[in-house]
Every structure is written in C-alpha cells, then in structure tokens.
C-alpha cells in the first residue's frame, strides 16, 4: 500500500523545526446541506403540510420573505419541493415536500 503520510521541510531551525505530518482522514457522509432559508422551508412544510406560497413567506421567521421565495424555488429544481396545485400563470402557487423532501427533513 502507498504511504499516505508526507513530510514536508522548511529552513526553520533546530530539529523538527518547520516539520509537519498529512495523515488521511476518514470523511464522513452527511446529508445534503441548506442553507437558512432552505432550511426554513423544509421546516415549515414538514410542520404546515402543503402551503400557498404567499404564506411560506408570510411566516419566515429565520429569513426574509424573498429569500423563503428564493429557497422554494432552488428546493423544487432540487426534487424536494412539488407545486401542489394544478394552477397556471397568475394563480397561487401551493408547494409541499416530495419523498425526497420528506427524507430531507431533520
């Protein structure tokens, strides 16, 4: 097996000086990241069920509105979010969690 270790020297003085050791480390999986209006979203459907997206914004309360807006937009191109509604241009929007979005949730 290869070393993985390296060593690496400077011109620091005395022994060891400027000497530093890379070891691996192991990385450990973790789930998808959000950022804090995302995150907020994911919260409120999983709490309110399907919601207009006027009240998604309407309650933000760890960001603003546009951003709660911002957030069901990148969340639905993701596959967590699904409009809800059989609605058009011009009506209200509802959206509520897919199963991946379901699976999202904290």
């Not at 020297?9 to 789930?31: E, I, W």
């Amino acid at each position: 097996a290869p070393r993985m270790a390296r060593k690496v020297r400077d011109c620091g003085r005395g022994p060891g000086a400027g000497v530093f050791n890379l070891s691996p480390h192991a990385v450990t999986q973790t789930g998808p990241t959000f950022n804090k209006a995302q995150s907020y979203v994911l919260r409120y459907l999983s709490e309110h069920g399907p919601s207009l997206l006027v009240d998604i914004q309407a309650h933000a309360d760890t960001c603003s509105d546009n951003a709660a807006k911002q957030a069901v937009y990148a969340l639905t191109s993701k596959g967590l979010l699904a409009r809800t509604d059989a609605g058009g241009p011009g009506e209200k929007a509802t959206y509520g969690l897919t199963t991946d979005g379901r699976a999202a949730c904290p």
